[in-house]
């Protein structure tokens, strides 16, 4: 082993002054070893071109067929809204047809029953089912009781009804109301 010396146990290594020049290497060009080789990369580049141009048709035709496909459920949103509203409608129509359908049958059968009640009430009916049925005869002279109008009058608000304004039913209310007040 050799002594330490400068500090540095590593070897040192002599170097010459002027280095050594390389020996003259041929080195051929690379179209040399590859005739091919513009060309090949030519074809490449083509081929990425077309790849990137089919990719951006890819990617228009994907945008056009979402925008078709949005303005195509737009437009079913917008006639399936009409449809309904439509049929909402339509089935509103029919309820409405049916309860006019069961107004005028009610209305005929409320007239049904006013002139039922008309009949029976009908005074030459009246007389018929007293003379009939419960054996009543016509009064005697000495029977009727003639009642003075003053008598039978209820006035409505302090006002006094004339005689000839008063309805048919009023006149027999008022007549049943003094038999049994008797």
Same mark, same amino acid.
């Given at each position: 082993? %050799? ?8 070897? =040192?290594? &002599?170097?010459?002054?002027?280095? *050594? ?14 005739? @091919?080789?513009? &060309? *090949? ?21 994907? =945008? ?20 309904? %509203?439509?049929? =909402? ?10 309860? =006019? ?26 007389? @018929? ?28 608000? @302090?006002?006094?009804?004339?005689? $000839?304004?008063?309805?048919? $039913? ?13």
């Amino acid at each position: 082993m %050799r002594y330490y010396s400068d500090g540095n146990l590593a070897e =040192k290594l &002599n170097r010459q002054s002027v280095p *050594r020049e390389l020996p003259d290497v041929y080195i051929p060009q690379l179209d040399e070893i590859d005739p @091919d080789h513009g &060309n *090949r990369e030519k074809r490449l580049v083509e081929k990425n071109n077309l790849r990137l141009q089919y990719k951006s048709l890819k990617r228009w035709r994907a =945008k056009a067929s979402l925008r078709l496909l949005s303005v195509l459920l737009v437009l079913v949103t917008a006639v399936g809204y009409i449809v309904w %509203r439509g049929a =909402k409608l339509t089935e509103m129509s029919f309820y409405n047809a049916g309860l =006019k359908r069961q107004i005028k049958e009610i209305d005929k059968e409320n007239s049904l029953l006013q002139d039922k009640i008309l009949s029976k009430t009908s005074l030459y009916n009246l007389k @018929d089912i007293a003379s009939a049925e419960l054996g009543l005869q016509k009064p005697g002279s000495e029977q009727i009781v003639h009642i003075p109008a003053t008598v039978l009058m209820k006035p409505l608000d @302090d006002e006094v009804m004339n005689v $000839m304004t008063r309805m048919p $039913m009023e006149s027999i209310e008022l007549i049943e109301s003094w038999v049994r007040s008797r």
